[in-house]
């Protein structure tokens, strides 16, 4: 029979005998053998996997958003950087969404990175290029974890969906016994 392992705040993930929670600070998780459960607690434990299953996918759509971001900068920066060794000082600066005005790029001038939450700090173009690709390691560090949980929770659901399954069947076949 499948079993889950239920954190005290009511969160559900398929048990893994390796593994163990390394944070002193982790939920206490508890088995529930998904057999046990009645055909309301498995449905009400399948909607809660699914609200969690959407939350993940916004939380994987928005680092996805994040990472195309910070590729982009990067490249913008390395085009720069380039531009400047080529002494390819003239380009058009958005001035509006439809206005762009001729600027000539400043060699001695540093760049402004937003580190987030409106933070600006002066960088060169190595140091810019070094934190980009930083940032992007941590996106992708991040959406490796929760895609990974993203498939527990899909995985989850389908044997929430499967016991409920069965469990119709069962009370189908037991119905028409006793009918």
Same mark, same amino acid.
């Given at each position: 029979m499948d079993?889950?392992?239920?954190?005290?705040?009511? !969160? /559900?993930?398929?048990a893994v005998e390796?593994?163990?929670?390394?944070?002193s600070d982790a939920p206490k998780q508890k088995s529930v053998n998904a057999s046990e459960l009645s055909i309301p607690q498995l449905k009400q434990l399948g909607q809660r996997v699914h609200a969690e299953s959407q939350q993940l996918n916004a939380a994987v759509g928005s680092l996805k958003t994040a990472g195309t971001n910070y590729v982009g900068?990067?490249? !913008? /920066?390395?085009d720069w950087?380039?531009?400047k060794e080529m002494n390819d000082l003239d380009i058009m600066v958005p001035y509006t969404n439809l206005l762009f005005v001729r600027g000539k790029i400043d060699v001695e001038a540093p760049m402004l990175v937003e580190l987030g939450a409106g933070?600006?700090?002066e960088k060169t173009d190595d140091q810019a290029i070094?934190?980009?690709e930083k940032r992007l390691n941590m996106v992708s560090g991040s959406l490796n974890?929760?895609?990974?949980?993203l498939q527990q929770k899909q995985f989850a659901k389908m044997a929430i969906g499967k016991e409920i399954e069965t469990k119709m069947k069962n009370m189908q076949l037991y119905n028409k016994i006793y009918s």
């Amino acid at each position: 029979m499948d079993t889950w392992t239920v954190e005290e705040d009511t !969160a /559900v993930v398929p048990a893994v005998e390796e593994q163990q929670v390394q944070e002193s600070d982790a939920p206490k998780q508890k088995s529930v053998n998904a057999s046990e459960l009645s055909i309301p607690q498995l449905k009400q434990l399948g909607q809660r996997v699914h609200a969690e299953s959407q939350q993940l996918n916004a939380a994987v759509g928005s680092l996805k958003t994040a990472g195309t971001n910070y590729v982009g900068s990067k490249m !913008a /920066v390395s085009d720069w950087k380039a531009a400047k060794e080529m002494n390819d000082l003239d380009i058009m600066v958005p001035y509006t969404n439809l206005l762009f005005v001729r600027g000539k790029i400043d060699v001695e001038a540093p760049m402004l990175v937003e580190l987030g939450a409106g933070v600006l700090m002066e960088k060169t173009d190595d140091q810019a290029i070094e934190f980009f690709e930083k940032r992007l390691n941590m996106v992708s560090g991040s959406l490796n974890k929760v895609g990974s949980q993203l498939q527990q929770k899909q995985f989850a659901k389908m044997a929430i969906g499967k016991e409920i399954e069965t469990k119709m069947k069962n009370m189908q076949l037991y119905n028409k016994i006793y009918s």
